[in-house]
């Protein structure tokens, strides 16, 4: 019976977390890139390369350096697909790589690329926040980068959609914190008229619950948009925000 009831708790005792994902929930993403690798499961891959890609967007200022952090993040994402071919999170994070070499480029191919992978997983995941995010990132950030009439004639981009998008993300209210900071990040880039939505988003971002390294780094962004903004300095929160967009504060 003591075998018996010692099998039995075994069997109900939690997996220990892999290293990559403790690093990467205690916000030590370079040594969670490291663990993932090693590890060299679809799951590890993917959390390598979502913490390559935070370093590369957030944490780091040389553009030469950004663009090989991005590509070594999307050979790991290429790595996970290989693995379980239609990975849809391994998807998502590689057309979210693909955009923001789009925009360390300029490339338009590269930015039509990104949204092809979002459109795939949405049409197998149509609510999924975080994809529904990245769909309204793609269009708010092609019209807010090249103006209204070149993201349409070029992308295909538009501002409406954007709006729509980011507003299907967060009534599912999954994706916090990241996806209303990003919203209010897209907001505050397309118009000073929009500060009071994106400071409520902002707000929303700062009291979700923060899950992980990556959600503590929104939520810092958060408060530190939300800084100006509750001053009345608009064109503050503008310029905090744009420096703390994905690449925004490369030299």
Do not use: C
Request: net charge positive; no cysteine; charged share 20%.
């Amino acid at each position: 019976m003591i075998r018996v009831a010692l099998i039995a708790m075994l069997l109900a005792a939690p997996a220990a977390a892999a290293p990559s994902d403790e690093a990467f929930a205690s916000g030590r993403f370079a040594e969670a890139a490291s663990a993932g690798r090693a590890e060299g499961s679809v799951a590890g891959l993917i959390t390598a390369g979502r913490a390559t890609s935070t370093v590369a967007a957030w944490q780091t200022r040389d553009k030469a350096r950004a663009r090989a952090l991005l590509e070594q993040a999307g050979a790991d994402f290429a790595a996970a697909l290989r693995l379980q071919p239609g990975n849809s999170d391994a998807l998502l994070q590689q057309g979210i790589v693909v955009g923001y070499l789009a925009k360390l480029d300029r490339s338009p191919g590269q930015a039509k690329a990104a949204r092809r992978a979002f459109e795939a997983v949405l049409a197998k995941r149509p609510t999924d926040a975080l994809a529904l995010g990245a769909m309204g990132g793609w269009h708010g950030e092609s019209v807010a980068t090249l103006g209204k009439f070149m993201a349409g004639t070029v992308l295909g981009a538009k501002e409406k959609e954007a709006i729509r998008f980011y507003d299907k993300a967060v009534a599912t209210g999954a994706g916090d914190p990241a996806v209303p900071v990003f919203y209010a990040q897209t907001l505050l880039a397309l118009s000073a008229d929009n500060a009071g939505k994106a400071r409520a988003l902002l707000t929303r971002a700062v009291k979700a619950g923060s899950g992980d390294g990556f959600d503590r780094l929104m939520q810092a962004h958060a408060r530190a948009i939300l800084v100006p903004l509750e001053k009345g300095d608009v064109g503050g929160a503008r310029t905090t925000a744009a420096r703390l967009s994905p690449l925004g504060n490369l030299n």
